[in-house]
């Protein structure tokens, strides 16, 4: 059990949880005004570890047929047998269940809200079978942290966590589309749908390129819609430039670098993120 609770840890990817969860504490910071009560936030990292291990359970459930024909996933742990679909299944019930126990521990309205997040965090599986804004789609997933996180504290909707929304949802899909480029060829081939392989990898990655400059925009509004202290917009400059440093790390014809502008400098980003906020907010 130990060993395939293990592997079903390494197949979600648990470490790449590192770029929504500061968002979602971000959220409750600036709702809070401060640092909300230790409850909320332990509830909330709950909230956010069992939504992202189901929706990521799930996605390697629905895609493993697909995953067993592509050269870079084919060695996944179900294609490769390595996991059961019925363990697989359990895996993500259990994590569904502590999620709406998490949500139901945070208030009522997080609550009822919390089968319209799971429909979405797990419905982005399926929609690069069919649409090539999968990439805003899953975006939009990752920016309910957030909100998740805001309304947690102070179930109200205002424009501060809507604007962080859009923020993630755009810096998501910017960093997706060019993780995609790695799979332009057998997308093409299956008949998979991505914005490389409807505009091409050239035009994708201008498409990205724009997609991080309005994340800024949106960071930028957020902070001001919040009230953030000077600290946190010098603070943006800096996400902007990893940023940038994250599009000249590649090239239409050059994707070897691809996992220290994917992982390692988003990593950077969420984590920093989170820092600028708790100084804008208690400086």
Known sequence: MWRKIKLALEMIKFEHSIFALPFAFIGAFLAQGGVPPASKLFWILVAMVSARSAAMAFNRLVDREIDAKNPRTKDRHLPKGLLTPQWVHGFILFWVLVFFVSTYCLNRLVFYLSPIALFIVMGYSYTKRFTWLSHLILGIADGLAPLGGWLAVKPVFTATPLWLLMGVAL????????????????????????????????????????????????????GETAHLKPVYFYGLTIIAFLLIGEHLLVKPNDFSRINMAFFTLNGVVSILMFFLVILGVMI
């Open 171 to 222: 810096w998501v899909a910017g960093f997706d589309i060019l993780y995609s480029c790695l799979d332009y060829e057998f997308d093409k081939k299956e008949g998979l749908h991505s914005i490389p392989v409807k505009f091409g990898i050239k035009k994708a990655l201008h498409i990205s390129t724009l997609f991080h400059l309005l994340t800024i925009i949106c960071f930028y509004f957020a």
